[in-house]
């Protein structure tokens, strides 16, 4: 559609760059953006926006952002073909991986990716091509804890509850900053605006964190915990509620197991010591228990803070168990689960990815392996310890490693001394300068949107989906087709593996990311494979530009629960050990 501005149309569009999935309204012509603003008729954001959404423009602009793929060189970095480049790599790590074995070529997947469908859509090819055990993502120094929680309380690591925040009387936010960041696992653009309705509501915002952040501001009340004590403040509240006869899980008591073996484990952990332990007194901990047991409606989320630190594991299961013994888990106004247009969890599922644990070791650490990935602290490791199994190469998708991983000096160094290295990324930062080849896929207003990860932890189940905006030049590439290209060059050694690599390559081509989007729609819950029959599919999201809204989130359990008894088991050996 056109707007007032002389040759300027508006295109609607859902922001990629965090999980509060706001919708914008963006005025350009064929080739200049005019403005970014908010859009108002959006079915998820209803309005809201944040000065992120600014910056996809400035990141289309930037004349720093790479289009085409580049190698390195002794005299600087050189313009390279797509086909130059996609041969290099694959000649590269394929000798590699047949003078050293598989495991020598490592992996790395950014956070980025979580915002990319065509991404999450044709990754897993790649991973499978490459064939290494050597793979690493941002997740170890991100959600690991919940993820692992989801795995062994719910089965399945992609099927997160989230904070039903708009019908909710008591949130409890522990190590988290939504105001900002728009609710990490929790999609809710607007928080401010979500707390504010709480309050008006008579509901209360309690905040646990060590500093006086943007969402403390906004609190009724506000407890500065020492940092990386949170697991000790949650076991209080926990025997708070058993002492005082308040533990009801509702209507999950019916496929619970394991409370009396979880009463017993946690009851010698009393009250002035978990007091003295958080720097919370005694009697703040129980009426903040007493007072979240009694509310009609409560949820206890927890975010990075929680997450990253040396009792993670163990608050991430509080923070459900919590909801759990309190009956706000697949409650309205307690932690529910999404049901999303495309469903991620079952196609976990389906794909082998619903979650793992322990079911091998690092080669020099001896880390577990999570979802099949080694903790990201120890990659460095891997590369700098000789001998067999040593990572000589190295694959990122996006992410800058040496920036947001720990001891980034010692990963720097790392980098520098790998025979071999390639980055799919559209940026030279302090990570992708240790590449020996460059891969940019377009940048994120050249190719279209669907929030196939964010929608899985949204507080409300919606879908949207943003065409292109501007057309990408004729020698650029997306994500996907990098991937594509990567995978159809991988163990071609002989005439069968190049037949089914180029037949695989040409089919999914076809489809692309696009395609697999409308099967994936089309097979969900909200679509339908029957002729005439109407039923979400992307035909119909590309006629909806403010996107679909589908209602509030609905009870799922005991019947989506992905354990393999339906029921879920509170005390988990794992965990059972940690409070040892």
Not at 24 to 44: P, R, V, W
Not at 146 to 156: D, M
Not at 440 to 447: F, I, K, Q, V
Not at 549 to 572: A, C, E, S, V, W
Request: net charge neutral.
């Amino acid at each position: 559609m056109t707007d007032s501005h002389s040759n300027s149309h508006v295109h609607y569009r859902t922001c990629c760059l965090c999980e509060a999935m706001c919708g914008l309204e963006i005025a350009h012509n064929q080739t200049e953006i005019f403005s970014i603003k908010a859009d108002k008729a959006d079915s998820f954001s209803q309005g809201h926006i944040c000065p992120k959404a600014v910056a996809l423009q400035d990141i289309h602009d930037d004349p720093d952002r790479l289009r085409e793929p580049l190698r390195k060189t002794a005299k600087g970095w050189e313009t390279i073909s797509w086909e130059a480049a996609f041969d290099e790599v694959a000649a590269k790590l394929t000798t590699i991986q047949k003078e050293h074995g598989a495991n020598a070529v490592a992996t790395y997947m950014g956070n980025p990716n979580a915002h990319h469908y065509g991404t999450l859509l044709f990754v897993d090819r790649l991973i499978k091509a490459i064939g290494s055990r050597n793979r690493f993502s941002v997740t170890s120094v991100d959600h690991l804890p919940h993820a692992l929680a989801c795995t062994l309380l719910f089965g399945n690591q992609l099927f997160f509850p989230v904070p039903d925040i708009d019908r909710t009387e008591f949130f409890l936010c522990i190590g988290a900053n939504p105001v900002v960041s728009g609710g990490s696992l929790m999609g809710a653009p607007g928080f401010t605006k979500r707390i504010k309705q709480l309050q008006e509501r008579g509901g209360e915002l309690v905040v646990l964190d060590p500093r006086r952040t943007e969402t403390a501001l906004l609190a009724n009340q506000h407890l500065f915990i020492r940092p990386g004590t949170d697991v000790w403040l949650l076991l209080g509240m926990i025997n708070v509620l058993f002492e005082n006869e308040l533990v009801n899980p509702g209507k999950a008591a019916a496929y619970v197991d394991g409370l009396g073996s979880f009463r017993q484990e946690v009851s010698h952990f009393s009250l002035s010591h978990c007091a003295s332990q958080s720097g919370i007194s005694e009697e703040e901990i129980s009426d903040l228990a007493i007072r979240f047991a009694s509310a009609e409606r409560a949820v206890a989320y927890g975010r990075v803070g929680s997450c990253t630190q040396i009792y993670g594991t163990l608050t991430a299961w509080l923070i459900y168990l919590l909801n759990i013994l309190t009956g706000n888990l697949d409650c309205e106004g307690g932690i529910m689960f999404p049901k999303p247009a495309v469903d991620l969890a079952k196609l976990g599922q389906l794909s082998g990815y619903a979650g793992s644990f322990d079911r091998s070791r690092s080669r020099v650490r001896g880390l577990p392996e999570f979802a099949g990935e080694f903790p990201i602290a120890t990659m460095a490791d891997e590369m700098l310890t000789e001998g067999e199994g040593q990572v000589k190469a190295l694959l990122t998708l996006a992410g800058n490693p040496v920036l947001s991983t720990p001891n980034g000096r010692k990963l720097d160094r790392a980098l520098e001394k790998l025979d071999f290295m390639v980055s799919i990324d559209f940026y030279l930062n302090e990570t992708t300068c240790h590449a020996d080849i460059i891969l940019p896929p377009t940048g994120p207003l050249e190719h279209p949107h669907y929030s196939l990860g964010v929608h899985a932890v949204a507080t409300r189940n919606s879908a949207k989906y943003s065409p292109t905006l501007f057309k990408a030049d004729t020698n650029s590439r997306h994500d996907w087709q990098i991937i594509l290209e990567l995978v159809s060059r991988f163990g071609a050694d002989s005439l069968i593996k190049r037949v089914k690599n180029r037949l695989s390559k040409c089919i999914f081509s076809k489809l692309g990311a696009d395609g697999l989007l409308n099967i994936l729609l089309v097979a969900g819950p909200y679509g339908s494979f029957v002729p005439f029959k109407k039923g979400t599919s992307l035909a119909v999201l590309k006629k909806a530009p403010h996107g679909i809204d589908f209602g509030p989130l609905m009870p799922l359990l005991p019947k989506k629960l992905y354990t393999k008894n339906k029921r879920i088991q509170l005390l988990h050996p794992l965990y059972k050990r940690g409070l040892e």
